[in-house]
């Protein structure tokens, strides 16, 4: 946990200058809902044991605010929560998600079109505070620890408003379950639509 508030600390830092910089610059907001098409949770070792699950596909929400430091090139902050979803881990059925805070570049590329406004990247770099929970009576105890956070994606603004993405994210952390350790990685393909908004 406290790695990886330092990591994030750390990349505040980085992107801060950016938002005392001056000049005649736009600062914009994010209001989004996904859909997590494609879900992995991959861990090991704990003991010879190694595994792979496929949850039940879960919905997010997130928001993000971004400071144009140029026409073509934005930093900002951003948050998502990943709504729990299911899966069978050793004969019981268990759910989990992630809440992700980071911080985010966002080049953009302005677009010729009378229904598309611009297409751009995203780069997104923070801390993953996952959760895990068992409901049925006489199974371990489960307790998650935070990790790392990474996303990488691509998306287009619509009529200057709408915003439509494709975005891959991993989270890490550890899974302790009865006492032993388990390295685990949450892995998503997210299909996003959005809404921007001027502040």
């Given at each position: 946990?406290?790695?990886?508030?330092?990591?994030?600390?750390?990349?505040?830092?980085?992107?801060?200058?950016?938002?005392?910089a001056k000049g005649d610059m736009s600062?914009?907001?994010?209001?989004?809902?996904?859909?997590?098409?494609?879900?992995?949770?991959?861990?090991?070792?704990?003991?010879?044991?190694?595994?792979?699950?496929?949850?039940?596909?879960?919905?997010?929400?997130?928001?993000?605010?971004?400071?144009?430091?140029?026409?073509?090139?934005?930093?900002?902050?951003?948050?998502?929560?990943?709504?729990?979803?299911?899966?069978?881990?050793?004969?019981?059925?268990?759910?989990?998600?992630?809440?992700?805070?980071?911080?985010?570049?966002?080049?953009e590329f302005k677009v010729e079109s009378?229904?598309?406004?611009?297409?751009?990247?995203?780069?997104?770099?923070?801390?993953?505070?996952?959760?895990?929970?068992?409901?049925?009576?006489?199974?371990?105890?489960?307790?998650?620890?935070?990790?790392?956070?990474?996303?990488?994606?691509?998306?287009?603004?619509?009529?200057?408003?709408?915003?439509?993405?494709?975005?891959?994210?991993?989270?890490?952390?550890?899974?302790?379950?009865?006492?032993?350790?388990?390295?685990?990685?949450?892995?998503?393909?997210?299909?996003?639509?959005?809404?921007?908004?001027?502040?």
């Amino acid at each position: 946990m406290k790695k990886g508030l330092l990591v994030l600390l750390l990349a505040v830092a980085m992107v801060a200058p950016a938002f005392a910089a001056k000049g005649d610059m736009s600062i914009n907001g994010k209001l989004g809902l996904g859909v997590d098409a494609v879900v992995t949770v991959t861990g090991g070792p704990m003991g010879d044991f190694g595994y792979s699950l496929k949850p039940d596909m879960p919905f997010m929400l997130g928001a993000e605010f971004f400071y144009g430091t140029s026409d073509m090139f934005s930093v900002g902050f951003g948050a998502t929560y990943v709504f729990n979803s299911s899966a069978d881990f050793m004969g019981t059925r268990m759910k989990g998600g992630t809440t992700n805070i980071y911080v985010a570049v966002k080049p953009e590329f302005k677009v010729e079109s009378d229904i598309f406004s611009s297409v751009y990247l995203l780069g997104q770099f923070g801390l993953a505070m996952g959760r895990s929970e068992i409901d049925e009576s006489g199974a371990p105890s489960i307790d998650v620890d935070s990790g790392i956070y990474l996303g990488a994606g691509i998306g287009t603004t619509v009529k200057d408003a709408f915003l439509v993405e494709l975005l891959f994210s991993s989270s890490n952390g550890k899974l302790d379950i009865d006492g032993e350790s388990l390295d685990i990685r949450y892995s998503m393909v997210s299909i996003n639509v959005g809404y921007k908004f001027a502040l």
